[in-house]
């Protein structure tokens, strides 16, 4: 089996002095897909947060190690820089920088070299054809005046051009129509294929997981991870939901 490239133990994490995670261990290997489910308000995005180092997460137990480094206390940057994406479930406007430049910035920091703009932008319009996005999205503010299914394409065109070595996708498909989340689908098919890197699903619906190979499902309740199992596990909760585990 391979070394985990994502190894939480014992994880607890208090927000606002509540304990909201309960000793949470998850082990993801290179180029799995895992999926984490559960009801409103059962610490899924809480999770996504803290592995990131979101200063609003403390962590007051365990461990959280990524690619056989302990990046626990690690600051958000430097995750991300190590090949750690997180895609939000509400991504903000950031009016004054575009979508284009706000992508080349964050690759020449990851890298640590300038990238050449013709090379950039000619990777930039395969990304945007990708996700049927008009080439003039590249050009404009970062999500300002972008509906809800534009703003999670542009997620997922950060995540192909940065290419991490593990992503995790916050309730990507929330709020998208069906062709949205077919148009996001093919995206993150796009980085398995090309990337395979890992992938951590944060989701209520499981209309986006229909094309890719599911290793394990994990069901938060309560801050919990109170089962896992194969991909059996998300039919038999959209046919009966969470409540045998509540």
Known sequence: MSASLLEIKDLCVNVDEKEILHDINLSVNPGEVHVLMGPNGAGKSTLG???MGNPRYTITNGSVCFDGEDI?????????NKGIYLSFQN??????????????NALERKTEKKIRLWDFKKKMKSALEVLQMNPEYADRDLNVGFSGGEKKKAEILQMLMLKPKLAILDE?????????????SIGIEEYKKEVGGALLIITHSTRILDALD??????LVDGKIVTTSDKSLIEDINENGFERFL
């Open 214 to 219: 599911v290793d394990k499902v994990h069901v």
């Open 72 to 80: 626990t206390e690690e600051s958000t940057d430097k995750k991300a």
């Open 49 to 51: 947060f803290a592995i």
């Open 172 to 184: 990507t498909d929330s709020g998208l129509d069906v062709d949205a989340v077919k148009t996001v």
């Open 91 to 104: 991504p903000i406007e950031v009016p004054g920088i575009s979508l284009g430049n706000f992508i080349r």
